[in-house]
């Protein structure tokens, strides 16, 4: 989301339609598809090849027809040369060290493929694919469709060294083309006909896992043929000019194909030469006459929590990373490891940056250096020869990262030329983080990241919400000043409390600010879009997601003044929550007239979830009709969403924003199906695999064209929605019983903001993930809404499913005598601990729990007085206590005993002036 699309009124009711020709006949159809297809069956699917090219054109699992996993609708729009297929192949190779690496490629210029007679009755189609190549080369190479033993469909490329001369293989790699094509389509057959694709870059271990949209079954897993056949990178493909306008190839409705790489070192030498790839790029030298196979299984798992078993039955090593694999400095993780075989060598790169430590069975604890920093590739070596890679990243302590972060907010970011004729200081502003250095970005073409308002400059976001976890005096100072200076003056109009959508814009016959003549800016016009806005576009207060961030901030305020009054001296904790209030009600409300003032109040809006805090605390502190107003306000929304079929709308015509805040309200006001629908999307778009960057990485890739200094279509690592997504998430896992898939992609995105804090405390609007690039966006961007939902999300979360011994996500377990342990929290708070057996949540509003000894019905917290030892001290803690509906008990079920309680704000209020403090929850 942050398209600015502001000629362009939409709401979830209009479908856009991008207006690409349905229907028309094949464009430059060299693919063949006018011959027509081969089809055949696999036990799970039924298959069908292009004829003439012999690639894949379709890929329905029986179970679930006439869905299609290939976008066998776009074909006539992608039969061109240079759209790519799955059953493509593109190699590169040498003759020896001193040449030049050579390629070809099976997209490049088609002609029908010389078809050969099948091998064996388990071979469907069989070809020769000399004849599409444009050159000769210097090795044979034929490709298989057949059956596996399993009944799987594989795919297979025999390549054979003809030369009289040795051969070096460079790469090869197989583009993977499954349908995550939105081009053109209506929200509802999205939904239905649509996939996407996320890689376990592992190695032998890897594999490709595609999962529908709306989160229904079945899925599709890819895995290696055979040993040979390691996923070694994960390369994006381009598809130049007119070839992918067709389907929309690389917009913000189709991100793109990639390839699974088998080796890479021709890569490596060259376009990726400016980075560390995942893995030890590798070549293949072939004698003369020397052949090899490599080559995809297509497999399907009955649902997506089922990806890992279905692999697990490919003889594939399958790892399970516990909470998951980013790592702070100061916590163990565990590596749940299941193979076939022995392991016979682990080590990690950089060396040494885990201590690892085989446990019982094939169950390996990593503890961080506490050195270590960024990161870190662990490889595991077995007997029968494979080789799996896990791709981890540490952190800092994660209350030192958001410590980090604040001083960095504090000092880089801070600006407080006053004299700046837009009235944009004192402020918190966006920063370049080139060459390390940070600087302010205080004027861009693209005006809104030097414009405060929009995520994408609201860097004072991030410093608000930091005041959620440790407040600071100074920071809130700066914060306060920059609320009544810039935010309650500029930013918002003081008659309504409209938000506008940018103070910064482009208008030069200004005499009062030189526009720098390096940046290309554009006059924007009546008839003229451009991302050089003018006064009249920057004016705008219709832009719903900017009433997010002013709402965010003064309940932060709020929260740190309550507990902490002496830090406010601009107005008391009463002003920051009705201003956080007002705001939301300006946005959501409606005028006397009857109409919206604020635009996509029908929407989820990014960090919404914060309004069910203020509601929350709006009842704590019996500002009844307040509250009252806000449920009245969000059950209208909810009214919309549970008669929407997909409520999940944005700016955009696919996105994964919307999910958080209809999953609130609907889950709020008990709409079931609503909830499990939104869930079931979650899940399509957030993977777990074995991979820092991609596990529960909410799909997200148009963003760096708004936010990024690297401006372009490309999956971000971590950009808000892994964090955002984990909120909805959560919420669900603690009221429902659920697989513990769920958590472990919760945590992939709750941990996910971690990973964006750079040594020196910036935050990174995320990390470009294209394998020439793989490196920290330089602009600070909209960091924002990720670290808020890092600081709404974390918790330590205590289970005990079955599947796994009793263990805590985010936390470290001790095991006692018994039923008895004891529970350290190691997250970014250290102040919610759930407990899934009782079903039993708490939270201190500050403080921290330093531990939580359980034995039967009973609980004691450790409380300190803070999560770090440079945090602020807090001299009392509220405890709120939550029973979820998994066990239908209300709170009067827990008796809460301690020193000197006191009812307050809804919890139990817990005096920390000693330093420490115990409280007993008993269960009744
Ligand atoms: C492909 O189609 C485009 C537009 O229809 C046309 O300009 C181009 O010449 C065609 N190319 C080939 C190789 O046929
Ligand atoms: C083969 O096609 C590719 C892509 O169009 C082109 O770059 C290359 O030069 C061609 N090679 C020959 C020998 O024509
Ligand atoms: C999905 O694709 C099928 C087959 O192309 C089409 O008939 C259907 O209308 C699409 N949409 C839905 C919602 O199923
Ligand atoms: C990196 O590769 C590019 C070609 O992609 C080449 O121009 C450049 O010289 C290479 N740089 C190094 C340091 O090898
Ligand atoms: C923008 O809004 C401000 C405050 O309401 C107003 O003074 C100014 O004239 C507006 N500018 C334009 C071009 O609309
Ligand atoms: C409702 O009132 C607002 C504010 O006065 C005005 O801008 C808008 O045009 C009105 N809408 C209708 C439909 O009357
Ligand atoms: C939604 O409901 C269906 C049918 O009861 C169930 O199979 C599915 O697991 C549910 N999805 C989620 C995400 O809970």
């Known amino acids: 989301m942050a398209m600015m699309k502001r000629f362009l009124t939409l709401s979830i009711f209009l479908v856009h339609l991008i207006t690409v020709a349905q229907g028309a006949a094949p464009h430059n159809d060299t693919l063949g598809i006018k011959n027509g297809y081969l089809s055949f069956e696999t036990k799970d699917f039924y298959v069908q090849l292009v004829k003439d090219a012999q690639v894949l054109a379709s890929l329905v699992p ?36 001193d040449s030049k690496w050579l390629e070809q490629n099976t997209a490049w210029t088609r002609k029908a493929v010389a078809a050969l007679n099948p091998p064996d009755k388990a071979t469907f189609a069989a070809a020769n694919l000399g004849p599409t190549f444009n050159a000769s080369i210097p090795f044979s190479l034929t490709r298989t469709w057949s059956r596996t033993d399993a009944g799987d469909l594989s795919m297979s490329f025999s390549i054979k060294n003809t030369q009289n001369s040795a051969l070096e293989i460079g790469s090869v790699g197989f583009p993977a083309e499954f349908n995550s094509i939105f081009t053109g389509l209506a929200a509802e057959d999205i939904q239905a006909n649509c996939s996407l694709t996320d890689p376990n870059i592992g190695l032998n271990g890897g594999y490709l896992r595609v999962t529908r949209v709306n989160g229904s079954p079945p899925a599709l897993v890819v895995t290696p043929l055979n040993d040979d056949s390691k996923f070694e990178g994960w390369d994006f493909l381009t598809e130049n000019g007119s070839v992918g306008v067709q389907s929309g190839y690389q917009t913000s409705d189709f991100e793109g194909l990639y390839q699974w790489m088998v080796h890479t070192r021709a890569y490596a030498e060259q376009e990726w030469n400016a980075t560390i790839p995942w893995n030890t790029p590798t070549s293949r030298t072939l004698k003369p006459g020397e052949a090899f196979t490599v080559g995809l299984v297509f497999k399907m798992a009955s649902q997506i929590d089922q990806i890992e078993d279905t692999l697990r039955k490919t003889g594939s090593p399958v790892a399970v990373g516990i909470p998951g694999y980013i790592i702070p400095q100061d916590m163990e993780a565990q590596l749940l490891i299941d193979a076939t075989a022995a392991i016979s060598s682990i080590s990690t790169k950089p060396k040494g940056a885990f201590k690892t430590q085989l446990r019982s069975g094939k169950a390996l604890s990593l503890t961080p250096s506490p050195t270590a920093f960024g990161r870190v590739r662990l490889n595991i070596k077995y007997s029968d020869g494979k080789e799996q890679s896990i791709h981890y990243h540490i952190s800092k302590s994660a209350p030192q990262a958001v410590q980090d972060v604040g001083t960095y907010l504090s000092s880089k970011h801070w600006w407080t030329n006053e004299s700046d004729p837009f009235g944009r200081a004192p402020s918190f502003m966006a920063v370049d983080h080139s060459g390390g250095i940070g600087q302010k970005i205080l004027q861009l073409d693209r005006v809104w990241l030097a414009g405060e308002c929009h995520e994408a400059g609201a860097s004072w976001l991030t410093a608000a919400m930091k005041q959620v976890a ?6 809130v100072a700066k914060l306060e000043t920059f609320i009544h200076k810039v935010l309650w003056k500029t930013i918002q109009l003081r008659d309504s409390y409209a938000v506008r959508q940018s103070i910064f814009w482009y208008d030069p016959t200004r005499k009062d600010f030189w526009y720098d003549p390096r940046l290309p800016y554009e006059l924007q016009t009546q008839t003229h879009y451009s991302n050089s806005w003018n006064a009249a576009t920057a004016n705008v207060t219709t832009r719903g997601y900017g009433y997010i961030f002013p709402a965010a901030t003064y309940w932060a305020l709020y929260r740190a003044g309550r507990a902490f009054p002496e830090m406010l001296k601009e107005a008391p904790w009463q002003w920051y929550l009705n201003q956080s209030y007002q705001t939301v009600k300006y946005a959501f409300g409606v005028l006397p007239n009857g109409t919206h003032p604020v635009d996509y109040w029908n929407l989820g809006l990014m960090g919404e979830t914060i309004i069910g805090e203020l509601l929350k605390d709006l009842q704590r502190e019996d500002w009844t009709s307040q509250a009252d107003e806000v449920i009245s306000l969000m059950k209208a929304r909810s009214d919309v969403w549970e008669v929407t079929a997909v409520p999940f709308g944005s700016e955009l015509h696919w996105d994964s924003t919307g999910q958080e805040g209809v999953f609130y309200w609907s889950n709020y006001f008990g709409r079931e199906a609503t909830v499990n629908k939104t869930i079931g999307t979650i899940m399509g778009y957030t993977p777990t695999v074995n991979h820092w960057g991609y596990n529960g990485n909410a799909r997200r890739y148009w963003d760096f064209q708004f936010d990024g200094k690297i401006s372009r279509i490309e999956r971000q690592i971590h950009h808000y929605g892994s964090a955002l997504n984990s909120l909805p998430l959560l919420g669900y896992f603690r009221s429902k019983t659920m697989p513990l898939y769920v958590l472990r992609i919760t945590f992939g995105g709750v941990f996910a903001p971690l990973s964006n804090i750079q ?3 910036f935050g990174s609007t995320a990390f470009h993930s294209w394998a020439d690039t793989l490196a920290w966006e330089v602009y600070s961007g909209d960091y924002g809404p990720a670290f808020l939902g890092m600081m709404l999300g974390s918790a330590t979360y205590v289970v005990d499913d079955g599947e796994l011994s009793l263990t805590a996500f985010g936390g470290q377990l001790v095991q006692g005598s018994g039923k008895r342990y004891t529970v350290m929290p190691f997250d970014a708070l250290r102040k919610r601990i759930y407990f899934q057996a009782e079903g039993l949540y708490v939270e201190l509003d500050y403080g921290a729990v330093q531990s939580a000894e359980v034995s039967s019905k009973q609980l004691k917290l450790k409380l300190v007085q803070r999560p770090t030892p440079a945090a602020t001290a807090a001299g009392e803690a509220i405890l709120w206590v939550e029973r979820t509906t998994a066990t239908s008990m209300s709170v009067s079920s827990v008796n809460v005993s301690g020193k000197a309680l006191i009812m307050k704000r809804g919890g139990w209020a817990i005096p920390l002036g000693a330093g420490t403090a115990s409280v007993t929850l008993t269960l009744k």
Not at 76 to 92: E, M, S
Not at 470 to 475: K, L, T
């Open 62 to 97: 029986k179970s679930a027809a006439p869905f299609d996993f290939a976008p066998f609708d776009f074909l006539p729009r992608r039969a061109a040369d240079g759209n790519y297929h799955t059953g493509d192949l593109i190699v590169r190779w040498r003759g020896s060290r």
């Open 470 to 475: 440790q407040p600071v005096a100074e920071e």
């Open 759 to 761: 040594d020196d405390g």
